[in-house]
């Protein structure tokens, strides 16, 4: 299976990659229905970013159907922090796989998260972006970044030094 480098995808490809159909069945999927927290990514780059060492821009529409709306909470909906912070992880590994790397993606960490705002059934699209500070690609396959979500264009959260790692052997993890 040969992988087409781009730097945009659209919602078919992570479904694909969901199924270990983009980056082949050795390389790092991406969760699959539910919790896929992306619509489509809009920028990746090897370069760029706030570090120059590498940059993903990822949205997610939002609409009042989404399942977590329906019991967090009721009669007070909004989306888990933590499937913001999932979706940033997401996004690491996406790249990982993106340069070529192999194994099953696994978050190993974020240094700190900061909550400033939330994301309710009214608003209309998350934006994700990722600025790498560091990727390794050797024996070691690891990419560490900072993160942002932005709401209809407001930062929200911030997350610094996300971690995620390329395993090949995750029995004992």
């Not at 920028?43 to 970013?49: A, L, S, T, V, Y």
């Not at 609409?63 to 009721?74: E, Q």
Request: hydrophobic residues 40%; contains cysteine.
């Amino acid at each position: 299976m040969t992988f087409e480098r781009k730097s945009s995808y659209d919602k078919a490809d992570l479904i694909k990659s969901g199924n270990s159909e983009l980056f082949g069945h050795d390389g790092p999927p991406l969760p699959s229905d539910l919790m896929l927290m992306l619509d489509r990514i809009i920028e990746m780059k090897e370069d760029g970013g706030n570090f120059g060492k590498g940059y993903v821009e990822a949205e997610l529409d939002i609409n009042p159907d989404l399942w977590f709306f329906k019991c967090h909470f009721k009669n007070d909906p909004v989306m888990p922090g933590c499937l913001g912070l999932d979706a940033m992880w997401q996004l690491v590994g996406f790249y990982l796989g993106w340069i070529g790397g192999k194994g099953k993606g696994r978050a190993l960490g974020v240094g700190e998260v900061k909550f400033k705002g939330q994301i309710l059934p009214i608003n209309k699209k998350v934006t994700y972006k990722i600025h790498f500070k560091r990727v390794i690609n050797r024996k070691l396959i690891m990419g560490i970044g900072d993160g942002e979500v932005f709401v209809d264009g407001k930062l929200i959260y911030e997350a610094s030094d996300l971690k995620v790692g390329l395993f090949k052997d995750t029995s004992e993890f």
